[in-house]
């Protein structure tokens, strides 16, 4: 070390990423498209997440007389990271 001062340089990080679809088919009868309406693979822009939640709510109704079948997904990452270095003090 020198005896140069030395100063500590700490880096905290977080990246998160939330997305909500909602997917909607209406047809005249019940139950007559049962597919998944949802893409099933999607890139997160998050590159090896901590966290990685996928929810998905599936819904049924009638409106107008149609009946409609709703699929809503909810998604959220998040990844941290901490970096802590100790360089010369800069003059």
Known sequence: ????????????????????ETVSVTNDQPNADQRV??????????????????????GNKIVDGKYVHTEKQEEQAMKEA?????????H
Not at 82 to 90: D, G, H, L, S, V
């Open 1 to 20: 070390m020198d005896g140069e001062p030395q100063r500590k340089i700490s880096v905290y990080s977080k990246d998160t990423y939330n997305r909500v």
């Open 37 to 58: 309406l949802q893409q099933t693979e999607k890139l997160s822009p998050i590159v090896n997440p901590q966290t990685h939640d996928v929810h998905t709510i599936v």
């Open 82 to 90: 901490y970096k802590e270095t100790i360089e010369p003090m800069k």
